[in-house]
């Protein structure tokens, strides 16, 4: 039983994380019907940046995390309109958008072992490590952490949905960008702030997953779970994607503690699978008819 609250407990922390992550993807997938598989890159530079921001630049902590989101961010809007916006004015098909994604992926992990090598770094910014005991379960400081954050920034993301102006543009160009563009609403503008709210996410992602192992190129693999957990929960569903990287978190860590970390991705993937062949749609997505 403690083995099992203990594994319950990482697993929450790192299905936070997942779930960030899958309501970038959400979002974005919500308006324009494509994938952006460039999160896993957006997660590395910010991670190398907030690195160097600290190490190399002698940034203060704090500050060197807010320059690592804020390098995040515009990366992110960089990405949408260098990569994105010219299709999409084109009106091109969204294969070629998610085309343009997975070869700006590449393309920015290759850059960056060209550049700076394949080498991990360590993050260096030393959090407390010690372990908080409750009873004889242990937790660690950083995934409680890592909890929190990832709570606080998808309750704020839901607020600002749900409350404001924006939030309420971007709702209305989700459920039918047309019409939503008809009506006044700007969608280039609309876009721009997605990909910058895309960006932060993927930004604190990958501070935690730099911090939690280290910092290397290849950090942003990881990006392929949090896509798991968004086509679990329905590709677009922002609820959807928080629930499909808890549950996908908890898979994990149970697998890793009563099988074996070896099978953890292959019951990853095979949860995928599953939910595809009974919800083709996903946990909680809309469903949708394409044309042949």
């Known amino acids: 039983m403690v083995l099992f609250f203990q594994q319950l407990i990482t697993g929450v922390s790192i299905g936070g994380i997942y779930a960030l992550l899958a309501v970038g993807y959400a979002l974005v997938y919500s308006i324009f019907s494509f994938t952006n598989f460039a999160f896993g890159a957006l997660m590395m530079v910010s991670a190398f940046a907030g690195y160097f921001a600290i190490n190399s630049f002698g940034f203060p902590p704090i500050l060197g995390l807010v320059f690592a989101v804020a390098f995040g961010l515009f990366s992110s809007l960089l990405v949408e309109l260098v990569a994105y916006r010219p299709l999409r004015k084109k009106k091109a098909s969204r294969l070629f958008l998610m085309i343009s994604a ?16 394949a080498n991990l770094k360590e993050f260096p910014l030393k959090l407390p490590l010690e372990s908080l005991k409750i009873g004889e379960v242990v937790i660690g400081q950083v995934d409680v952490l890592a909890m929190i954050i990832a709570l606080v920034s998808l309750v704020t993301l839901w607020i600002f949905l749900e409350k404001t102006k924006s939030g309420v543009a971007i709702r209305a160009t989700a459920y039918d960008t047309g019409t939503a563009g008809l009506m006044g609403i700007n969608v280039d503008k609309i876009s721009s702030v997605v990909f910058i709210i895309s960006g932060i996410t993927a930004a604190i992602s990958g501070i935690f997953f730099g911090i939690k192992y280290t910092v290397y190129p290849n950090l942003g693999d990881i990006a392929q779970k949090a896509f798991i957990s968004s086509v679990i929960g329905g590709l677009g569903s922002l609820p959807g994607a928080v629930i499909g990287g808890i549950v996908l978190g908890i898979l994990e860590t149970m697998v890793a503690g009563y099988v074996s970390s070896t099978y953890r991705d292959l019951f990853a993937y095979l949860l995928m699978v599953i939910v595809l062949l009974f919800l083709p749609n996903g946990l909680m997505g809309k469903k949708t008819q394409d044309k042949i």
């Open 102 to 117: 997975m070869g700006i992926n590449i393309f920015i992990i290759n850059l960056t072992i060209v550049l700076l090598g």
